[in-house]
Structure formats: C-alpha cells, structure tokens
C-alpha cells in the first residue's frame, strides 16, 4: 500500500461547529489548512471539514463496517483537490473529493484530545446551531496514530450532495473513546 504524505495535521486551529441537521460539522480556521496526497490519491487534496456519525449506543454508529462490524461512533475528514480550486468546483469531478475516514472504539478511559469538541456539543443541539471554541486544537492529535495502515474504495459522500465523486481511505486501527464521551 503507498504511503499517504500528510502536511499542516500538526498546526494549531481554531474550531467552529454547525449543526447542520445531519450531523456536527467541523471547521478549523488556520493558515496553510491540512492537505493529504500519495496512497491512491493524484496530487494534492486540502481540508475542508470533519463531522461524525454516531448511534445510539455503542454497539453500532458508524456508517463504514469491516468484516460486518459495525463501531460505536465515525469521524469523516472531507478533502477536495485542489486541482479544482475549490470545493464545489471539485465536486464536479470523478477524482474531485476524498474522505479520511476513521472508526472508534470503546474505552474505559477518557480521550483528552477530544475535551474541547465534546464540550462544545450541548451548545449546538439543535439544527442551524452554532458555535466556536475556546482553545486551538490540533488535527493530527484527534486522529490514530497509525496511518500507514487503510482500505481504500470509490464511491460517494454520505450526507448531501451525496456526489460520486469520492475517493474514501478508511483505517484499519481505531481510535479509543470512553462510553460517556460516545454517549454525549
């Protein structure tokens, strides 16, 4: 499997949530924004958002299943090509999307680095919510640490457009969170 080169994971952002009735979209303000390339990517793909998929309890949330397991919870990290200039105009092409895709799993113990977006979910529960966070957080730090290992496929995105134009990389390892962090 080839490598996936990943560039501005480790910068400090700032943080935006919307509630946009499908589920908790993330925005990170910071300057140069995370771009991902290689594996099965051609050029360079620049972030757009990150949102998450949960259930309601955790034995299953996630869209994404490996060998018909279904996790407690799922994070997207949606990308565009920069070849198109933007995210709409990327949109419109075959190769114009991809979505880093990484699944969770229960753990006795609380994940720290998700202090921050958990305390910001009750101040968005409701549709067109919004809100901003109070320190930066850092990308790479709400991710696996292993990001050598993923399964990759084209198809599309989940939550409208619903285009198909995606190219989806889901990792193989987990990310730990405790059953009161799913369950918020």
Request: hydrophobic share 35%; proline share 6%.
């Amino acid at each position: 499997m080839l490598p996936l080169v990943y560039e501005n994971f480790e910068n400090e952002a700032d943080l935006a949530v919307t509630n946009n009735g499908h589920t908790v979209q993330f925005k990170l303000n910071t300057n140069p924004m995370p771009t991902i390339t290689g594996g099965p990517l051609l050029g360079k793909y620049k972030f757009m958002q990150f949102h998450f998929h949960w259930g309601a309890h955790d034995e299953e949330g996630s869209e994404n299943q490996v060998n018909s397991h279904s996790f407690p919870m799922e994070l997207h990290v949606v990308f565009y090509s920069t070849a198109y200039g933007t995210f709409e105009n990327a949109t419109q092409h075959p190769d114009g999307l991809c979505v880093v895709s990484f699944l969770y799993s229960k753990s006795e113990e609380d994940n720290e680095n998700y202090n921050q977006i958990i305390n910001l979910l009750p101040r968005v529960n409701e549709v067109g919510n919004s809100a901003k966070g109070i320190d930066p957080i850092v990308l790479e730090l709400l991710l696996t640490e292993d990001k050598e290992h993923y399964y990759t496929y084209g198809g599309s995105l989940t939550t409208p457009p619903c285009t198909e134009d995606v190219t989806w990389i889901e990792f193989k390892s987990t990310i730990p969170l405790s059953h009161k962090q799913v369950g918020i």
